[in-house]
């Protein structure tokens, strides 16, 4: 397993910022990489840094998770200069390369952390993909990006391939994509009901699949102390019975405070905290393989601090998960969760 000094594996590029709404004054801008830019480099030195060569997704990796008919639509439909896909996700002249490479870059982090000394590391890359499903765009995402990562670490060995998700909102396009895969475990904590209105405890996965989907749907209004007792109760000890090869995170920071889309209470040592935890988690499975891969998060400041802590958590900088008696709601929530997947797991049911 590598150690704490190896290089952090970082995809960053450039030509992610093309993707840019005509007027500007969309939530979801260039100008959110400059901040997690600033977060991530901030704490990581270029001594620090092993850069991984960004690449277009290629056909056989997007397929494997889009309908061929979709992606070959899609290519069509951007070549049309500045439009929308849906009411809330648009697209410009950049944006077919810049999706096309979000989706390559996360397959090649996903790569080099299964196949180099290099078991540790963060994709900056926009458009963001959860939530974009096989057949259409939605909520921002045209490519699911981690998705597409996840069957990338598959073919690169793995066996089984967890993926954490605490973007607020619920990665309706994830989980779609592995509902029946066993291979594959997806948990996701956000907020509930919200955008885009999926993600209910009994949303547990099927057939072969059932029981390798975990939904946290928490309520509005939840701080520190209800994730890191979700953490403990449900996300760390799924991780460990489940036993993957490799941990994907869907990075979103809109759970953050000052986020202008949501209503949760987090801060960026709380993310410092979780990500600390999963770290842990894959230290203490003997391959240490974890990647973060950018989600959500709309207010410049809280993602360029949130960024930089997951950043010191990745450099061995670690924090405590938070401690404190969640509330009732977010008690409520979590015990929702341990009742859907008591038939499946081994998951504490006491307060």
Excluded at 19 to 41: D, F, M, N, T
Excluded at 323 to 351: H, I, N, Q, V, Y
């Amino acid at each position: 397993m590598p150690q704490p000094s190896s290089p952090i594996a970082v995809i960053d590029d450039e030509r992610f910022d093309a993707h840019s709404e005509r007027h500007g004054s969309h939530p979801e801008r260039p100008e959110r990489l400059v901040a997690a830019r600033g977060g991530l480099y901030s704490v990581l030195p270029e001594r620090a840094i092993h850069r991984v060569a960004v690449r277009p997704a290629t056909d056989s990796e997007l397929i494997a998770v889009h309908a061929e008919r979709y992606v070959r639509t899609l290519e069509r439909e951007l070549v049309h200069g500045h439009g929308r896909l849906d009411p809330d996700t648009f697209f410009s002249p950049g944006t077919q390369q810049a999706a096309w490479l979000a989706a390559g870059g996360a397959a090649e982090l996903a790569r080099t952390l299964m196949t180099s000394p290099h078991a540790r590391g963060i994709a900056l890359l926009r458009p963001p993909g959860h939530h974009a499903e096989a057949n259409h765009a939605m909520g921002f995402c045209l490519l699911n990006n981690i998705a597409v990562a996840a069957h990338a670490a598959l073919a690169a060995g793995a066996r089984r391939v967890a993926i954490v998700d605490w973007d607020v909102h619920h990665g309706n396009g994830t989980q779609a994509a592995f509902y029946d895969d066993p291979r594959v475990l997806f948990v996701s904590l956000h907020q509930y009901p919200f955008y885009p209105g999926t993600g209910a405890p009994g949303e547990i996965g099927s057939g072969a699949g059932r029981g390798y989907t975990a939904n946290i749907a928490l309520p509005a209004e939840q701080g520190a102390e209800t994730y890191g007792h979700a953490w403990r109760r449900v996300v760390l000890p799924l991780l460990e019975q489940f036993g993957a090869d490799i941990v994907l995170v869907s990075a979103g920071f809109d759970a953050h405070h000052r986020d202008p889309l949501a209503q949760m209470r987090l801060d960026s040592a709380c993310y410092q905290s979780l990500a600390s935890a999963l770290i842990d988690s894959v230290d203490s499975a003997g391959h240490g393989r974890i990647g973060f891969i950018l989600e959500g998060g709309y207010d410049l400041q809280a993602l360029d601090e949130s960024v930089a802590g997951v950043a010191r958590a990745l450099t061995g900088e670690r924090l405590a998960l938070p401690e404190g008696a969640p509330s009732a709601a977010g008690r409520g929530a979590l015990a929702d969760t341990r009742r859907a997947l008591s038939p499946f797991w081994k998951l504490d049911d006491s307060a």
